[in-house]
């Protein structure tokens, strides 16, 4: 994976924007978990990508050591 320049993650949300159908189960378990964690359904969908994305850097980090 290339090196990213330095992104601000506080940046304006004005880069791209995108359209993700769900199905009914995959909408009723974002609805509860948006619940659940006092977010909005949209700021349940950035913290998941962001916590994958740790998830993934300490496993590749795990590796390479």
């Known amino acids: ?12 949300r004005n ?3 995108i359209r ?3 199905n009914e189960y995959e909408y009723e ?3 509860l978990l948006a619940k659940l964690t006092g977010r909005t359904k949209l700021n349940v ?3 998941a990508i962001l916590e994958a994305a740790r998830a993934e850097n ?3 980090a795990r590796r390479v050591v």
Not at 1 to 12: S, Y
């Open 1 to 12: 994976m290339e090196k990213q320049p330095n992104l601000d993650p506080r940046a304006p």
């Open 29 to 31: 378990r974002l609805e």
């Open 20 to 22: 993700i159908p769900f």
């Open 45 to 47: 969908i950035r913290w």
């Open 58 to 60: 300490r496993k590749a």
């Open 15 to 17: 880069y791209k924007a």
